[in-house]
């Protein structure tokens, strides 16, 4: 009787992973405003979509909240990575808050495209998910104008002139494989449709995508790390899934590891989205070490290189912190 050999256990990381340019710039911004005013320092929404850095934050003291009637007059407020509408700003002016806007840079250009397409008299299609802050501060450029495409589903809905002026815009953390299958069933039923002058999907968003795509068909399992909130993060385990992957799961922390989730699984692929800080990361490394899996072996589709400077209105007052 010929015995078979127990098949090889192996954990590949994806990169790039984690923190993205602008996800950077916006929790390094909250931490040198604590720096600089000291607390508190409020944050209108999560400054970025991760339960971690806003309890570490916090523990700074930084207060985040829902909207800016709990931000007492005068105070010192910083916009999160998702975008305000100008009626927040409008708002923050009349109750004479200290604003600093933490706004990705990637999701302001997505703004002025909102705005230039409006001034032109252009129907917008935003693609994007109901009730998220990015989608809630872009349609808050050109609300008159602006309707919400939230899946391919939706098109045969629109209610528009077939050869009308309409426009496509989209929230920077979907999946590409879907927003494009949405631009295409939007392009069958308006021909003329314009497309946005570059692609609005991040670049950060894509590249870990496509990071998921390269390992999956070899994992038995994909962990995504990253908030049940993060849009980009739950985007990874279906891309995961579609890229053959036979089992995806998003975690907080090595804590949510499910240990049924590993029975009878060789390969495990790990990523995180673009909003985790990297020792979360570890910690499910780690944790998978301690359950009888080899170190991680990383495969990197790209290098990033990108890097955003801080909003300008904290770069003066930090500069002027020195100059005295």
Same mark, same amino acid.
């Given at each position: 009787?010929?015995?078979?050999?127990?098949?090889?256990?192996?954990?590949?990381?994806?990169?790039?992973?984690?923190?993205?340019?602008?996800?950077?710039?916006?929790?390094?911004?909250?931490?040198?405003?604590?720096?600089?005013?000291?607390?508190?320092?409020?944050?209108?929404?999560?400054?970025?979509?991760?339960?971690?850095?806003? $309890?570490?934050? !916090?523990?700074?003291?930084?207060?985040?909240? +829902?909207?800016?009637?709990? @931000?007492?007059?005068? *105070?010192? &407020?910083?916009?999160?990575?998702?975008?305000?509408?100008?009626?927040?700003?409008?708002?923050?002016?009349?109750?004479?808050?200290?604003?600093?806007?933490?706004?990705?840079?990637?999701?302001?250009?997505?703004?002025?495209?909102?705005?230039?397409?409006?001034?032109?008299?252009?129907?917008?299609?935003?693609?994007?998910?109901?009730?998220? $802050?990015?989608? !809630?501060?872009?349609?808050?450029?050109?609300? +008159?104008?602006?309707?919400? @495409?939230?899946?391919? *589903?939706? &098109?045969?809905?629109?209610?528009?002139?077939?050869?009308?002026?309409?426009?496509?815009?989209?929230?920077?953390?979907l999946s590409v494989d879907e927003t494009m299958e949405t631009v295409g069933r939007?392009?069958?039923?308006?021909?003329?449709?314009?497309?946005?002058?570059?692609?609005?999907?991040?670049?950060?968003?894509?590249?870990?995508?496509?990071?998921?795509?390269?390992?999956?068909?070899?994992?038995?399992?994909?962990?995504?790390?990253?908030?049940?909130?993060?849009?980009?993060?739950?985007?990874?385990?279906?891309?995961?899934?579609?890229?053959?992957?036979?089992?995806?799961?998003?975690?907080?922390?090595?804590?949510?590891?499910?240990?049924?989730?590993?029975?009878?699984?060789?390969?495990?692929?790990?990523?995180?989205?673009?909003?985790?800080?990297?020792?979360?990361?570890?910690?499910?490394?780690?944790?998978?070490?301690?359950?009888?899996?080899?170190?991680?072996?990383?495969?990197?589709?790209?290098?990033?290189?990108?890097?955003?400077?801080?909003?300008?209105?904290?770069?003066?007052?930090?500069?002027?912190?020195?100059?005295?």
């Amino acid at each position: 009787m010929t015995s078979v050999a127990p098949a090889t256990k192996r954990v590949v990381v994806a990169a790039p992973r984690g923190y993205c340019a602008g996800v950077d710039r916006a929790v390094v911004t909250v931490e040198k405003a604590l720096d600089l005013y000291g607390p508190p320092v409020y944050v209108r929404k999560q400054i970025v979509h991760n339960k971690h850095v806003v $309890e570490t934050l !916090e523990q700074r003291g930084a207060i985040f909240v +829902e909207e800016l009637d709990e @931000v007492p007059t005068g *105070a010192t &407020v910083v916009f999160s990575a998702h975008g305000v509408s100008p009626a927040v700003h409008a708002e923050a002016a009349d109750r004479g808050l200290k604003t600093i806007d933490a706004t990705c840079p990637l999701v302001t250009k997505v703004h002025h495209e909102a705005k230039r397409f409006a001034a032109e008299g252009t129907q917008i299609l935003l693609i994007g998910h109901a009730g998220h $802050e990015e989608v !809630e501060g872009t349609m808050g450029e050109a609300p +008159e104008q602006t309707i919400l @495409v939230q899946s391919p *589903a939706d &098109v045969d809905g629109l209610d528009l002139p077939e050869h009308g002026n309409l426009a496509w815009l989209s929230q920077t953390t979907l999946s590409v494989d879907e927003t494009m299958e949405t631009v295409g069933r939007l392009r069958e039923r308006f021909p003329l449709l314009m497309d946005p002058p570059s692609d609005d999907i991040c670049y950060a968003t894509q590249n870990r995508q496509l990071a998921v795509k390269q390992i999956s068909p070899g994992c038995d399992l994909m962990i995504v790390v990253g908030s049940r909130n993060s849009s980009n993060s739950v985007r990874l385990v279906e891309v995961a899934l579609e890229a053959g992957a036979k089992a995806s799961y998003r975690v907080d922390n090595a804590a949510e590891i499910d240990p049924a989730w590993l029975v009878g699984v060789n390969s495990v692929g790990v990523t995180s989205g673009a909003s985790v800080p990297d020792v979360l990361v570890q910690g499910v490394l780690d944790y998978l070490e301690s359950q009888g899996f080899p170190p991680a072996v990383e495969e990197r589709l790209t290098e990033e290189t990108l890097q955003f400077a801080l909003p300008p209105e904290l770069r003066k007052d930090l500069r002027r912190a020195v100059k005295h």
